[in-house]
């Protein structure tokens, strides 16, 4: 048995890995035989038959897209057989006969594949003289995608993608015959974050998307290649802009990152650039009147932001928080900025508290080789630690599920939850929220005992550990929830397995703040501020005798600021006020210290800042964004922008230069020459070691009736950058609670069922989802999606919540219930 | 060469009341069969299987034997047996009743199938429409299990069989094999794609073969009674007795059985000879599906390779007689109409070409036929035929084309006459009133 085998298409031999389908081994060729169902990441349909080929031999021609090549083979295809000419030219004849004539205004026209291959292999003249199939039109499948029948050639793209590959139910072909046509299920939506996929893929005009329907052609449209900035994904995406203004974004092919997809946030998500909370001109607050800041000339805003930074020439004690936006370059900017100009280190690109040794794990991470999506996709079995990937990072999501569908990938969760990700867990490891760490030991702890000993971890941890250690190459993913040192017990159990761990953070450029070194601690190019050889290396390569002394984190930086010692917070595209758990914390700093915010779009922190300077968003700047694999990739202006705004990079340049100093570039080459200086090091530092949890772990089951509330942001929420996008926000999943069955049964409640969360003086009544993906213990709370001036709910992860059941009839959303458990 | 013409064979117990109970079963010879399968072997059942000469009686004619030795077995998956009683084939009502009347001897049969394929687990999956058959085989099942010769011991031998009653929901193209998995395990009806085949990838990812009722059934009798029972009867090629529905202008429309090889004017005359003495003009030999053949066919013997030989098929054994008072176009047209209907609409030559070629005979028959159709009608068909993704795409194409080779001048006459049938033909066109109505532009006239 050969791995490959050897046939003729159109008199050329070809050698193809057994299994090639026949269309493949073609294009290999050059030859496209037409197709509208064959998709290559879809499994084969034969629905269309448009790619009838001729093999010698065989009693019927054959289907390109469903035949594999078989050894010796003698494939004719429209170019050398008649019968398949002949055949390809009857079955584009039969699409047409009741495709309408309507090209001329459907936005397909110009990119569509059966205008396409009609032009090239059709008749000029259609034989049908008949009635022609006629629908109402158009129906919407969901908010965001419009299914107009009539044009519809029943290729079975849309309802094999949602099948295949995102899993989400509720579009399928209905009626039969002629009649046969793609529909929802009346009483459930058609609820996908994935949903656009089956508008690009449509290889007619039968599913447009709303927010596109009649906006441009596509020969109108500027396309620039670009990558998502909604989360760490790093989605290549293509952006159409017309008269200087996005029309609609699509995705681009990256076999590596998102193969041929993107979700919906990423798609759709471009409303904000032109929103009316879209930052225009810099604001600037006039002195102590306690006003919102009105809006001011650059000239003024900079004057400013100087003399608040310097008032008597002599820069004050400043901290910068950077966020998980900025790309690779603008984060290095700001770190050189804050050490070199604000002569401080007190950075930090993180909006949450994390523990004083996650700097360390996340610097053994750096240097390290980690997990990309293909590791994942050829793990075998893949740990998810705090992670819910289709909330989280949509595309990572549908690599799980690919690995799942396609190679039977055992996959398990370890956590509080793990969303929609239970629905194809192998096995769930349950833990209490930010309690991930201790199990994951307890996996390292199983692989050593090779089973003979007194095994004293649960048959559950010894059976995962043994898959763990069944495969060449596990894969072990943390999301940036999993508590204190979750990431370090990553990876030592990925390194004991020979397996690759990954950090993964939401924000799209969280992984390139780590390597610019954005943190206290940490240095540019996986440099050391406690290494003295590579800090001595930073501050020369930075024209310095010294760098600052080591500086704080983010919790500790908020405290100095609410008590005065910090005096200026300098925040790039950062919301303290939504994205920070403690908000008295956030209040005081907010108060006391003087604010420069760079933002894009208008927030609730942006009402609190002295200067905001509004910056360019993605799509209207060129720059480097690394995503969660720690994969770099450029990304190019699809659009200008607002006149007035600037790069976050240029702006500090301009402040470094009114403060009189010079950061040595001026332009995005002089930035990368500067890094290139920095370029990282060799290094593979080792995981900070487990922390001794003997005395930890009974004083978590404190036997009173509190849970640990699970709070992270659904995919959709009221997030700032998601405005002015109504037909994305309509897809939003309907905000809920989950609790394990066995927090509900006491309580009385069952699926649907509203239930109040109360943590200190906040709290929030939602319906209840019962399943035991939450682990027993804890409440999953979505943070911001409820009402925005709630901003004071029960938000904080791993806080101790109580949960109640509202009283049906009589309870309005104000009076909860008491129920003792 | 066995012997020929009428026999009782399969239909043994058409005729005994109450042959769908058990003891008047039992009283009549059954369940016998099965005891002698389970003093067989698997290999040997198979082999008499083979050596009976059986070709499945659904329609294609494919060996059973050989059909059953593909079947894989070492898997470590369980086999299924699943019993094609899908009847909906138009012109086809030979495994209705033998459901209602003799439905012990599918249970017999289903029992020595299964343990020739060696599978413990048979489904039945039966034609939505299917009343009387359904409750005289969940009787039947019933009465079986309470004996103990289904279950986990059938007749004490410490094998299992177990059967499965479902009920389809009355779609044509759930009697193709792959989409009646489909539709079995809850799924839309839609054929498969093929490979993998059933016989390795069948119902639930399992080896499973699917038979017809009627092969099934003839199953039992020949592990029970040799296969020099069932090809004492036929040809060489075409052995055994086959049940036949004979239908259209006969006199005693209904079922008969005989042995293949019959010539079908034998066939034709056991069926009374032709209504009011009309003249023989055409026929289906098996059901709607396949070609037509005409007068001058009538004396060839009734098997699959002289049908083949005809350029038509055997198909399920419904031989659909007309007479030169019936005409052909109006004929084809109603079973284009069928397919067209039943059409999964899966595939784009089945379901357009489907649609397109019924309104080109609507055209035809309502005066507004064009020169050039009769072309186009076999351009449409050509376009289907071979390309479509199952037989139901073939099975439209079948009338259509044969029809236009045997009898194209009946359609110019039509494209002259303006849709006006020779005066010697009764229109078998049934307008409802409605599309009366519209279709001569009477209903806003508020006639």
């Known amino acids: 048995m050969t791995d490959t085998v050897t046939l003729t298409i159109d008199g050329k031999e070809i050698t193809v890995p057994k299994g090639t389908l026949l269309i493949r081994a073609a294009e290999q060729l050059g030859t ?110 969901s908010a965001q995608v419009l299914l107009d029948r009539e044009r519809c ?69 500027r396309s620039t ?112 900025f804050a050490r070199t100009v604000l002569g401080t280190d007190d950075v930090d690109f993180r909006t949450r508290f994390a523990p004083a040794s996650e700097g360390d794990a996340l610097a053994a991470l750096a240097g390290r080789d980690t997990a990309t999506y293909d590791d994942v996709e050829q793990a075998g079995v893949v740990l998810t630690v705090g992670l819910d990937p289709e ?82 190459r596990p894969v072990v993913l943390v999301g940036e929830r999993a508590g204190d040192g979750a990431l370090a017990a990553a990876g030592r159990l990925a390194d004991a397995l020979g397996g690759k761990v990954a950090w993964v953070p939401r924000r799209s450029n969280a992984r390139g703040a780590l390597d610019q070194g954005l943190a206290a601690g940490l240095l540019p190019g996986l440099r050391r501020h406690d290494d003295d050889t590579q800090r001595a290396e930073v501050a020369a390569a930075w024209g310095l005798d010294e760098l600052p002394t080591r500086g704080r984190d983010l919790h500790e930086i908020l405290t100095l600021a609410g008590k005065g010692k910090i005096k200026v917070l300098y925040l790039l595209g950062v919301d303290l006020v939504r994205d920070v758990a403690d908000q008295r914390l956030v209040d005081k700093a907010l108060r006391r210290a003087t604010v420069i915010t760079h933002d894009i779009v208008a927030n609730a922190t942006t009402a609190h800042a002295d200067v905001v300077l509004p910056v360019t968003a993605s799509q209207e700047r060129a720059g480097t964004r690394t995503n969660w694999e720690g994969r770099r990739q450029q990304f190019r202006p699809g659009v200008a922008g607002p006149q007035l705004v600037q790069h976050d990079w240029e702006i500090l340049v301009q402040v470094t230069g009114m403060l009189g100093h010079d950061l040595g570039f001026t332009d995005l080459d002089g930035i990368r020459a500067d890094m ?57 999943h309907d905000p809920h609670l989950r609790l394990h069955p066995d927090d509900a049964a006491p309580l009385g409640v069952s699926d649907g069922d509203e239930v109040t969360v109360t943590g200190g003086k906040a709290e929030l009544t939602l319906p209840v989802r019962v399943t035991p993906d939450q682990a027993a213990g804890t409440v999953f709370v979505p943070a911001n999606s409820t009402a925005p001036d709630q901003v004071d709910n029960p938000r904080h992860l791993g806080d101790r919540v109580t949960v109640a059941a509202v009283a049906s009839g009589s309870a309005t959303a104000d009076q909860p219930v008491e129920v003792n458990a | 060469m066995g012997t020929l013409g009428p026999v009782t064979a399969l239909s043994t117990r058409y005729d005994v009341d109450r042959a769908w109970d058990i003891d008047v079963y039992e009283d009549h010879g059954g369940y016998q069969n099965v005891r002698a399968a389970l003093d067989s072997t698997p290999d040997d059942m198979i082999q008499m299987i083979k050596d009976s000469g059986l070709r499945g009686r659904g329609g294609a004619g494919f060996p059973t034997g050989l059909k059953w030795s593909f079947i894989a077995q070492d898997t470590g998956k369980p086999v299924y047996l699943v019993v094609n009683a899908d009847e909906s084939e138009p012109g086809t009502f030979k495994d209705r009743p033998l459901m209602e009347r003799d439905p012990h001897s599918l249970v017999e049969g289903i029992i020595v199938s299964c343990l020739a394929i060696q599978s413990e687990m048979a489904y039945i999956y039966a034609r939505g429409e299917f009343g009387l058959v359904s409750r005289r085989l969940r009787h039947a099942i019933e009465q079986a299990y309470e004996r103990g010769y289904l279950g986990a011991d059938v007749f004490g031998s410490g094998k299992r069989v177990d059967i499965t009653l479902h009920r389809g929901a009355a779609a044509y193209i759930c009697g193709e094999e792959t989409a009646l998995l489909d539709s079995l395990e809850g799924r839309r009806g839609q054929p498969r794609l093929r490979p993998p085949f059933p016989a390795t990838h069948g119902l639930y990812g399992c080896p499973t073969t699917v038979n017809n009722v009627e092969t099934v059934t003839a199953a039992g009798y020949i592990v029970g009674q040799g296969p020099e029972w069932f090809n004492q009867y036929g040809t060489e090629k075409s052995a055994g007795p086959k049940l036949m529905c004979i239908s259209g202008e006969v006199k005693r429309p209904g079922n008969y059985e005989f042995a293949l090889g019959t010539p079908v004017s034998e066939m034709i005359a056991a069926a009374g000879g032709m209504l009011d003495d009309r003249e023989l003009k055409f026929f289906f030999p098996g059901g709607s599906s396949t070609p037509i053949l005409t007068a001058e066919h009538a ?129 078998v066109r049934t307008a409802t009133a409605n599309e009366y109505l519209e279709r001569n532009d009477l209903a806003t006239a508020g006639v």
């Open chain 1, 153 to 221: 050639v029943l290729c079975a793209r849309c309802t094999r993608f949602s099948d295949q590959v995102s899993g989400d139910p509720f579009i399928e072909l209905f009626e039969r015959g002629a009649l046969e046509q793609v529909a929802i299920y009346e009483d459930e939506p058609y609820e996908s974050y994935f949903s656009g996929n089956v508008i690009q893929i449509c290889p007619v005009g039968a599913l447009t998307s709303t927010s596109y329907r009649f906006k441009a052609r596509p020969f109108d449209l």
């Open chain 1, 676 to 732: 290139a200086a920095l370029a990282p090091i060799d290094t593979t530092p080792d995981w900070p070691a487990a922390a001794d949890r003997s005395d930890t772990a009974a004083a978590a089951d404190d036997g009173d009736d509190t849970l640990t509330a699970d709070v992270y942001p659904l995919l959709l929420d009221n997030g700032v950058h998601q405005v002015n996008a109504p037909d994305l926000a309509a897809t939003a």
């Open chain 1, 225 to 336: 290649p670009s990558v998502c900035d909604g989360c760490s994904a790093g989605c290549s995406q293509t952006v159409q802009a017309r008269r200087g203004q996005v029309e609609r974004q699509l995705a681009r092919t990256n076999m590596a990152v998102n193969e041929m997809w993107n979700c919906d946030k990423g798609r759709f998500g471009y409303g904000h650039l032109t929103a009316d909370t879209r930052l225009t001109s810099p604001l600037v607050r006039s002195d102590d009147d306690g006003e919102e800041p009105v809006a001011a000339d650059w000239a003024t805003a900079l004057t400013r932001v100087r003399s608040i930074l310097a008032p008597d020439g002599e820069v004050v004690p400043t901290a910068v928080l950077s966020g998980g936006r900025l790309p690779d370059e603008d984060a290095y900017v700001a770190g050189k």
């Open chain 1, 391 to 472: 909330e989280e990072v949509p595309i990572l999501y549908l690599r799980l599920r690919k690995a799942w569908r396609n190679t039977k990938a055992r996959l398990v969760s370890v956590g509080a939850s793990s969303g929609s990700l239970a629905e194809l867990l192998w096995r769930r490891l349950p833990t209490d929220v930010g309690a991930e760490a201790a199990v994951l030991d307890d996996l390292a702890r199983a692989l050593d005992r090779d089973g003979d000993d007194a095994d004293q971890s649960s048959p559950m941890v010894a059976e995962v550990a043994d898959a763990l250690g069944s495969v060449d």
């Open chain 2, 299 to 427: 004396d060839i013997p009734y098997t699959f390779e002289a049908m083949t030989e005809a350029d038509s098929l055997l198909g399920t054994g419904a031989l659909m007689v007309h007479s030169d008072k019936t005409s052909v176009v109006e004929t084809v047209y109603r079973y284009v109409k069928f397919y067209e209907h039943e059409s999964c609409g899966k595939c784009t030559p089945c379901r357009e070409g489907g649609y397109w070629t019924a309104q080109v005979y609507e055209r035809i028959l309502d005066g507004r036929g064009r020169a050039e159709d009769l072309d186009l009608l076999a351009d449409i068909s050509n376009n289907i035929f071979g390309r479509s993704f199952c037989a139901l795409g073939d099975a439209l194409t079948s009338p259509v084309l044969s029809s236009l080779e045997h009898f194209r001048d009946e359609y110019e006459y039509l494209l002259r006459s303006a849709g006006r049938l020779p005066d010697h033909m009764q229109s």
């Open chain 1, 32 to 141: 496209i035989i037409p197709r509208f169902c064959d998709h290559p990441l879809l499994d084969p349909v034969g629905a269309c038959r448009q790619c009838i080929v001729e093999v010698e031999g065989q009693r019927k021609p054959m289907t390109a897209c469903t035949t594999e090549a078989a050894d010796g083979w003698v494939v004719n295809t429209h170019l050398t057989s008649d019968v398949a000419r002949t055949a390809q030219e009857g079955q584009l004849e039969f699409l047409l006969i009741n495709h309408p004539l309507d090209c001329p205004m459907c936005d397909k026209g110009g990119e569509c594949p059966l205008q396409d291959q009609a032009m090239a292999h059709g008749n000029h003249h259609s034989r049908f003289v008949d009635e022609k199939r006629k629908y109402d039109k158009p129906v919407a499948v």
